[in-house]
């Protein structure tokens, strides 16, 4: 490799090193902050939302009091931080559409007609009345 090249790739290597140690360093204090708001009663996900926000919006990064206090302002706030709205609602279950004589279809129809489903299975014939005597050919 040419001397110009390995310098390129001396820096690249150092830039690298440098940047992870800064994502590490960053994340460290991500975590600190999150837990001095959850000792705060901060919702978790609020913790971690407000806690960003506040890590974008200060200049000194390092102050760890000063981005509890940022962010804890955040929460306090009681504004959502993101602006998704979010789907608490509960899907409902499609009732599903059987077949006639399906044995699924005659004990739904029987729960809804509130009778039991061994009767109603018995009485659309997909439970005999003797098997045993069918069987051996006793009628």
Same mark, same amino acid.
């Given at each position: ?6 310098? @390129? ?23 600190? =902050? ?7 009663? =901060? ?13 974008? %919006? ?22 959502? =931080? +993101? %602006?998704?709205? %979010?789907?608490? @609602? ?20 029987? @729960? ?9 299975? +018995?009485?659309?014939?997909?439970? +005999? ?11």
């Amino acid at each position: 490799m040419s001397e110009l090249e390995s310098q @390129k790739l001396e820096e690249v290597r150092r830039l690298a090193r440098t940047q992870q140690k800064q994502s590490k360093y960053s994340s460290e204090i991500l975590r600190h =902050v999150i837990l001095e708001l959850l000792k705060l009663d =901060v919702e978790p996900s609020l913790a971690k939302e407000c806690t960003e926000k506040a890590l974008n %919006s200060c200049d000194d990064k390092e102050n760890i009091p000063s981005l509890v206090k940022a962010a804890y302002t955040f929460a306090l706030q009681g504004k959502p =931080v +993101k %602006s998704e709205p %979010s789907d608490n @609602k509960r899907e409902t279950k499609a009732k599903p559409k059987y077949p006639e004589g399906d044995i699924r279809g005659i004990v739904a129809s029987a @729960k809804k007609e509130k009778i039991p489903a061994y009767a109603a299975l +018995k009485q659309a014939g997909a439970i +005999k009345d003797d098997p045993l005597g069918e069987f051996l050919g006793v009628t």
